[in-house]
């Protein structure tokens, strides 16, 4: 059995006490071990003005007993003045009408609704999950209830009273509605699945190939099908916090998701329809797939497209200008007085360039010491790619409340792996306090801080390739980067063993099957994920690159724009992105050039993506293919090389299924990625190598732990 508070109830809210009576009630109605899920508050809302205008209080999925949705009230009987229909008169309370039966039985028309899209869910236009109401009374014992007569007539309501509050009665009294055979496995799964707004995540309403034989047809059982959002998922995506929260994870983790998932819950709850709320993120081409998915949670919360200019969130790149359009710096700095908001042309000239120039100007505006307060929330996605300026320049546009929530990956940024700790982002005040304190959890259960260690989005084949290719842990001359704690490999879903403390002792790194449920796991017939090839030439490379890219269209089924080409190095004419171009163009292959700054749009129809890696990064392609690998060699090019490896890193996890890396042969890079496949494609794949001297490391990859708190269930609700 699982248990999700979705709202976040006190017992100073009207009826709040009478909820969370029945809600801690509820939940011990039923074994642990039982198949079925409660949720308190789902996000569902009627934007319309119909009767019911919030939340429903319970909405119970159970093998058993199907769907039931529990209106609860904190009423006494001397409230409630007579019952007639599907009307209540009340007596002493605000409203002097109210229909809680009706509003319960609208909330759960509106949940059979996304059931009936589900193939798996609906008998013809019929839906299998019988659905029934009941109105809580927690205030209100049988011998009131009849009393007063309350439950004459045949249109009597289902009701739950103090007397049912007892383990074994409420559960006997939630049987007592059901009328129909258990739900078969496949129903509950699936309806368990749209219940945890997996829709909005999932592809096509079809079925997988049974059988099959091409990319096209593997690839099928990642974009088809329904999916669902795991418990931390909901968890996270469903509540608001009441002051700042950080989101860390690792590549694929689903943190864009959650983020857009938040915005559109704001943006349907009443709750919130007096924030001004911003959504920002770093790569320009994330804009349309970010947007779409709020729009895509929003429908299902509200039943209504998404308007962004009719609602109360901005979706604004980090920088904005006058070619970019709005932007979250440029919204501060345009109402900080005293400050000219600049362009990058303008202030590449005012500073110089500087890798970090988004930066530099926020640290302009910083030290105004005027910004105004702007936001009621700020909701960053790629907050790896932000520095502490741009961070605490957010910050101090918020109002006192600091609903700051921000979410970065774990060990994938193209500057370093490590993504810095709140301490380090915003420092500690005069008294020595932290400035954002994220231990522990707020009042209402709400954790501050969530490491999610799952990746949905690439095969395991790849995160090992990608983590031990970016780290260098098979690397001639031993590791350029690595992380030196258990914790901070656990952190993002590895199990280590070895010992740091001893410098040349072997460790061994592997991936639970658990942390990696990619749909083509274990398909091995689907592989290999991950390959690599070596070339004399550059024009033989990509001569081979164009060729395989035609092939997986011609032969293999997928779409162009399933196909992602990532040249590393430097861009200039002649390299690989402009000579792949005229490849492909011979082939008869259209091509979408991301690169170029005025093209937001990093995916269209019928063109294989070809894109720099700062472009790249937060997008995704069933096929990728890395061209240039011999970069991560090239020491003219970035000056570090922990620098190119961290762009070979993310160029891999761009990968959903199939990646592909290219390269001018170089002995060393060769021989290392002939040994790295050769570990990762074993049965039960693992890394070994020898642990380094911390001090010679160019990077020190050490993940801030201190600052999180261990949370069992019951504290989220």
């Known amino acids: 059995m699982q248990y999700f508070a979705s709202g976040s109830v006190s017992e100073d809210d009207p009826g709040g006490e009478a909820e969370l009576a029945v809600w801690a009630r509820l939940k011990d109605a039923f074994d642990p071990d039982e198949n079925g899920v409660l949720y308190h508050q789902y996000p569902i809302f009627n934007k319309g003005g119909h009767r019911f205008d919030r939340k429903p209080d319970f909405v119970l999925l159970h093998e058993e007993l199907g769907l039931i949705i529990v209106e609860c009230k904190g009423y006494t009987v001397d409230q409630i003045d007579y019952i007639a229909g599907e009307t209540w008169h009340l007596r002493g309370t605000r409203q002097d009408q109210a229909a809680p039966v009706e509003q319960a039985r609208d909330q759960g028309f509106h949940l059979q609704q996304f059931f009936r899209q589900e193939r798996a869910l609906r ?28 439950d004459a007539g045949p ?212 030290e105004t010491g005027g910004i105004p307060d702007l936001w009621d929330a700020i909701l960053i996605d790629e907050a790896q790619d932000f520095e502490t300026n741009f961070m605490n320049m957010c910050l101090a546009a918020l109002d006192e409340h600091n609903r700051l929530i921000w979410a970065y990956d ?71 980067q690595t992380i030196t704690r258990a914790e901070g490999w656990e952190n993002i879903g590895y199990e280590l063993d070895g010992d740091f403390r001893k410098t040349g002792s072997q460790a061994t790194l592997s991936r639970p099957e658990k942390h990696s449920p990619h749909p083509l796991e274990g398909d091995r017939d689907a592989g290999p994920f991950v390959r690599s090839e070596w070339f004399g030439s ?59 700054e005025d093209n937001k749009v990093f995916e269209k129809p019928g063109q294989v993506t070809v894109s720099r890696i700062n472009r790249a990064k937060g997008n995704e392609a069933a096929a990728v293919y890395v061209i240039g690998a011999e970069e991560i060699a090239n020491e003219d090019y970035l000056g570090e090389e922990v620098r190119r490896r961290n762009q070979a890193f993310v160029a891999i996890t761009r990968s959903r299924a199939w990646c592909t890396i290219s390269g001018i042969e170089t002995a060393s890079l060769v021989s290392e990625f002939d040994e790295v496949l050769g570990e990762i494609r074993k049965v039960d794949p693992e890394i070994t190598f020898k642990i380094p001297n911390a001090k010679e490391l160019d990077n020190e990859l050490e993940t801030d732990t201190a600052e999180l708190e261990v949370m069992t269930l019951d504290q989220f609700d």
Not at 123 to 150: F, H, T
Not at 423 to 450: C, P, W
Not at 538 to 554: G, L, M, N, P, S
Not at 559 to 587: C, F, M, S, V, W
Request: charged letters at 25%; one cysteine or more.
């Open 155 to 366: 249109a009597s309501p289902r009701v739950i009273l103090s007397d049912d509050l007892t383990p074994v009665a409420l559960r006997e009294r939630l049987e007592s509605v059901k009328t129909f055979e258990p739900l078969s496995e496949e129903e509950f799964e699936a309806a368990t699945k749209v219940l945890s707004c997996g829709q909005p995540i999932s592809g096509a309403h079809e079925q997988p190939t049974a059988d099959p034989t091409t990319k096209a047809e593997y690839y099928e059982s990642v974009e088809k099908g329904l999916r669902g959002l795991d418990q931390q998922q909901q968890k996270i995506g469903m509540r608001i916090p009441p002051g700042p929260q950080q989101i860390r994870g690792i590549a694929g983790s689903g943190k864009t998701v959650l983020v857009a998932m938040k915005a559109a819950r704001i943006a349907a709850d009443p709750a919130y329809s007096d924030w001004d709320v911003a959504l920002t993120f770093s790569t320009k081409s994330l804009y349309n797939h970010i947007t779409a998915l709020v729009a895509r949670f929003y429908r299902q919360f509200t039943g209504e497209p998404f308007d962004e200019d009719e609602s109360n969130i901005e979706i604004i790149h980090g920088w904005g200008g006058e070619t970019t359009g709005d932007g979250l710096y440029w919204r501060v700095a345009q109402a900080t007085p005293g400050v000219e908001p600049l362009s990058f042309g303008d202030a590449k000239r005012k500073f110089g360039y500087n890798p970090n120039m988004q930066d530099r100007v926020a640290k302009e505006v910083l």
């Open 538 to 596: 550059k024009t033989a490379e990509i001569e081979w690159v164009a060729d395989q890219i035609a092939q997986d269209i011609a032969h293999e089924g997928l779409d162009p724009e399933q196909i992602l080409a990532i040249p590393l190095g430097p861009n200039a004419k002649g390299h690989g992105h402009y000579t792949l171009r005229e490849e492909l163009a011979e082939r008869d292959i259209d091509i979408n050039c991301v690169w170029n």
């Open 123 to 150: 008998d013809g236009q019929q839906v299998k999950i019988p659905m029934n109401v009941m109105v809580a009374l927690p205030n209100i014992s049988y011998k009131e209830w009849e009393r007063r007569d309350l």
């Open 410 to 480: 774990e060990a994938q940024d193209l500057g370093t792996l490590t993504a810095p700790s709140p301490k380090r982002i915003f420092g500690t005040a005069d008294d020595g306090e932290l400035v954002v304190d994220m231990s522990g959890s707020y009042e209402n259960g709400i954790q501050k801080s969530h490491i999610m260690r799952e990746s949905y989005r690439a095969p395991q084949e790849v995160l090992l390739a990608a983590h031990t290719i970016g780290m260098g842990l098979k690397r001639e001359g031993g590791p350029v």
